[in-house]
């Protein structure tokens, strides 16, 4: 994605702008360090690129910006739980829109700060009162904080994830590392090498992963590495040829390209008793 021609709308700040795609306002951040771009509608981080490497993040060529639909894409916000927990699928974090909070910058970089909180809508899906800041700190790497805090009187129990899609060179010479010696998949659990590679369909939370993931991205010639904080689990996915050929936002091919690497909290394990808080971090460092 070319953040660059999107159509201005204003200028926060010598580095920040907001900027229309399609039905999206996107807060577009231009830096020395590096570009990238968030959309309020699902607080999703769109495109990251740091100076002077390739871009990061893998857009869908047939990404639905219309605001009816999650971007498939970039880093969808999936929360307050994680798959098909309960309706909709992946929360409604991803789907709604998010209130741009705050700016701040210097040499180093952007922060970029969203915020979400409980509606009547909200409360008609999930009947609880939250607060939710989405922190998006831009600089030689992005990282990515989700803050769900219980502002209501009631426990509540939480999931969700960093769904990030890598974009990657080649997935048939992509290999996933450091992902520890279990995972899940199809509510299984299975011994793994820690390594996956792919010559299928991988969908598959890995549930000892290191605190750092490493995509080795050999068709680029790059690694990226990936710190997971807060989670219980890493999910790995690629949905191969056949799923791709059945999703209406993804090119028949576009499985080539991306690979999923996701902090997760795969199960609502996370339990906050009023006024508690918990943080979902992912870390994405270009090498
Ligand atoms: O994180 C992996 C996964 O849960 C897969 O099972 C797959 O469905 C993917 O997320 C994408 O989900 P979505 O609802 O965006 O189509």
Redesign the pocket.
């Given at each position: 994605m070319d953040v660059k021609q999107l159509p201005t709308l204003a200028v926060l700040s010598d580095y920040v702008t907001v900027c229309q795609l399609d039905g999206l306002k996107v807060v577009r951040v231009i830096h020395p360090k590096a570009t990238a771009a968030i959309s309020l509608f699902g607080g999703h981080v769109l495109s990251f690129t740091p100076a002077d490497k390739k871009e990061t993040i893998w857009m869908s060529e047939k990404a639905d910006f219309t605001g009816n639909k999650?971007i498939?894409g970039g880093v969808?916000v999936?929360w307050p739980w994680?798959?098909?927990a309960a309706e909709p699928?992946?929360g409604f974090a991803r789907t709604s829109e998010w209130t741009l909070n705050e700016h701040r910058e210097n040499d180093k970089g952007v922060i970029i700060s969203l915020t979400l909180s409980d509606t009547p809508e909200t409360r008609s899906i999930w009947p609880h009162a939250f607060h939710a800041e989405l922190l998006i700190e831009i600089s030689d790497t992005l990282k990515v904080s989700l803050v769900s805090t219980n502002t209501g009187e009631h426990e509540m129990q939480v999931g969700g994830?960093l769904?990030t899609y890598f974009n990657i060179g080649d997935i048939h010479q992509t290999t996933v590392t450091e992902l520890g010696n279990e995972y899940i998949e199809v509510g299984e659990r299975k011994p793994s090498t820690g390594k996956a590679t792919f010559e299928g369909e991988v969908?598959r939370i890995y549930t000892q992963a290191a605190e750092t993931v490493i995509i080795e991205d050999a068709a680029n010639q790059r690694h990226i590495a990936v710190v997971n904080q807060g989670n219980n689990g890493v999910?790995i996915?690629n949905?191969w040829q056949a799923l791709a050929e059945g999703?209406a936002d993804m090119a028949n091919d576009g499985f080539l390209t991306m690979v999923?690497a996701?902090s997760?909290v795969y199960d609502r394990s996370v339990i906050l008793r009023p006024g508690e808080k918990h943080t979902l971090l992912t870390e994405v460092i270009c090498k």
């Open positions: 999650a498939r969808p999936c994680f798959g098909k699928s992946h994830a769904h969908d999910v996915w949905p999703m999923c996701e997760a």
